[in-house]
Every structure is written in structure tokens, then in C-alpha cells.
């Protein structure tokens, strides 16, 4: 009976529905509020070098409070890119990040990596106008990452290329986020040599507890590819043992470090 709702175009409206509807709605509308008035954080995990232990990076993650509640940014996140709002929150958290940078002290050192949606990369500028905001904090934008995931590298929308390629081209890094989650088709990290970095998702390290074997063969692919491999999701010392011993490059996860507010990064480093 579903399917031929679905084929028919409509479905039987239930009261569930029109509560889910009547939140969604509320939450976009306080969003927006939100994203106006600059409410929005970031939080910041390390990211650790396997071979050494020191924190090497830091991913930056959107944070909201809504009326005293901590939203989920997958449930914020979803709300911003159905309702057109993740451009501005995607600027709203890189301008934040840019401020947060400065008022750390001296890391150079250190690279900073941020969240983009498909959407945004795929809208013309977006490149442009990342460099832009990174310029007017007088960062390298060598320091600065931008993690997307595979699904982008897939069909080969003109425009997103052009900002993939505009962003190496400014010496910002492409890291390749939740690696192992998508399609399982390799080809296009040769179609689209842009890459830096490949960020293996935590649910390949979930399912791998045992033998390590698939970890170690996305280290390798991501290996064969010149890329340098992140573990996402490490919870144990057992799995940063193994990770090590297969040669990944680098690793996060409540572990190493839960992602902390912008205050609390200084401590987190050491100084
Ligand atoms: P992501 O980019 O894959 O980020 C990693 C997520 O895993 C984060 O969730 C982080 O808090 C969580 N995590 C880190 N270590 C562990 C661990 O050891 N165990 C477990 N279970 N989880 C761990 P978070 O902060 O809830 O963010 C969820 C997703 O929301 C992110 O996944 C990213 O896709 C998206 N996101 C966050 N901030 C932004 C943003 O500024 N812009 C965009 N477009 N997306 C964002
Ligand atoms: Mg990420
Ligand atoms: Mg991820
Ligand atoms: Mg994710």
C-alpha cells in the first residue's frame, strides 16, 4: 500500500508527521536566528600522528545550543542543507574558526580542518570566497583543510572540480571524510588526483576490532593513492596499537581527545 501511495505522489498524512513537520520548522526558524546573530561555535579535535603521538591538526565541528539543548549537527547539518542555510553557516563556522586560530598563541605547525557540504562546493565562488575569509585573518592556507566526502568526487559536476582544484591550488588541503561509507568504487581517486588526505570511517574500525584486515587494506589504497591515512573513531588503545602497526598515519577519536571548545584547545596542546 506504501508503494502505491509513494507512486501516486502522495502519502497518508498522520499527526506524527505534521509534529515531525512543525519541529523541522521551528528548528530551521531558530537556525536561521542563530546563524544571524553568530551563535554558532566551533569545537575542535585533535587529530593525532600515529609515529610521533603529537596532535598534528585539529578538525573543526559546528556546535549549537537551542534554547539551553545541544543540537546533533547531523540534525542541524541536515536542516541547514534542505532549507538552502548551510552556505551561511558553512561561512559562519569558517570565520569563526579564522577568529579562534589567532587567540592560540604560536601554531604554525598546526593544520585546521573544517566541514563542507556538497552543496557548497558545488555553488560557484565557493572557493573564492574560502580564501577570501582565510586571507582576512592573515593565516597560511596551507594551515587550513576542508574535509568532504567521497560522494562529491563521483560525478563530475564542473563546478565542484573547479573548487576542489581552486582550493589545492591556494595550498588548502582536501581530505576525503567517512572514507568507506559510500560507493565502493576506487576509480575516481585516479580520475580526480585532488586529494590530500583520506579520513577512514569509524565504522570500518568498528567492524574490524579482530584483524585489522580492512583497515590495513584502505591504509594501503589511500597508500597507492600518495595520500596520507586518518583513522576516525579510535576509542581504544588496542585500536591505535593496531593502527600503528599497520602503518596508518594518523588518528582521532575520543581516545585521543574529545572535540573541545576553542578555550580549551591551548591546554589540549600542551602549553
Ligand atoms: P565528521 O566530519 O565525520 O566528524 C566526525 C564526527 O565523529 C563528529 O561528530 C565527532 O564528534 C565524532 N567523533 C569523533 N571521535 C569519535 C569517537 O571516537 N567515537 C564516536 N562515536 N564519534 C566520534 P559531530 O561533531 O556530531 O558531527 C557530525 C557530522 O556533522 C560531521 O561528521 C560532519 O559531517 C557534520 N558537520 C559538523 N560540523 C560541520 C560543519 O561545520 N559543516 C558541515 N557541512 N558539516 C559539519
Ligand atoms: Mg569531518
Ligand atoms: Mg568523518
Ligand atoms: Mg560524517
Redesign the pocket.
Known amino acids: 500500500a506504501a508503494k502505491r501511495e509513494r507512486r501516486s505522489g502522495y502519502r497518508l498524512f498522520d499527526v506524527s508527521m505534521l509534529e515531525e513537520t512543525r519541529h523541522q520548522l521551528g528548528l530551521a526558524q531558530r537556525l536561521r536566528t542563530a546563524l544571524r546573530k553568530g551563535h554558532i561555535e566551533a569545537h575542535y579535535?585533535p587529530i593525532v600522528d600515529v609515529a610521533t603521538g603529537r596532535v598534528c591538526a585539529l578538525?573543526?565541528?559546528?556546535r549549537w545550543t537551542d534554547e539551553g539543548r545541544a543540537v546533533?549537527?547531523?540534525e542541524f547539518?541536515a536542516v541547514a542543507e534542505q532549507t538552502g542555510m548551510?552556505h551561511d553557516?558553512?561561512e559562519v563556522?569558517l570565520r569563526r574558526v579564522v577568529q579562534d586560530v589567532q587567540t592560540w598563541g604560536d601554531v604554525e605547525e598546526l593544520r585546521v580542518t573544517?566541514?563542507?557540504?556538497a552543496a557548497?562546493l558545488c555553488r560557484e565562488g565557493f572557493a573564492e570566497r574560502t580564501v577570501a575569509i582565510i586571507g582576512e585573518g592573515r593565516h597560511r592556507l596551507d594551515r587550513f583543510g576542508i574535509?568532504i566526502t567521497e560522494s562529491m568526487l563521483l560525478g563530475d559536476d564542473p563546478v565542484t572540480l573547479g573548487n576542489l582544484r581552486a582550493l589545492r591550488e591556494a595550498g588548502i588541503s582536501l581530505l576525503i571524510?567517512?572514507f568507506g561509507t559510500g560507493y565502493s568504487s576506487l576509480g575516481y581517486l585516479s580520475r580526480f588526483p585532488v586529494a590530500d588526505v583520506l579520513k577512514i570511517d569509524?565504522s570500518l574500525l568498528d567492524c574490524d576490532e579482530r584483524n585489522g584486515r580492512v583497515v590495513a587494506a584502505v591504509v594501503g589504497v589511500g597508500h597507492a593513492f600518495d595520500l596520507r591515512v586518518c583513522a576516525?573513531?579510535?576509542?581504544t588503545a588496542e585500536q591505535l596499537r593496531m593502527l600503528e602497526e599497520l602503518g596508518c598515519d594518523a588518528a582521532?577519536?575520543?581516545?585521543l581527545g574529545r572535540?573541545v571548545p576553542s578555550a580549551q584547545v591551548p591546554s589540549v596542546l600542551g602549553r
Do not use: K, M
Open positions: 579535535q578538525e573543526a565541528l559546528a546533533a549537527p547531523d547539518i548551510i553557516l558553512g563556522v573544517v566541514n563542507a557540504s557548497e574535509e571524510d567517512d569509524r576516525e573513531g579510535v576509542e582521532q577519536g575520543w581516545h572535540p
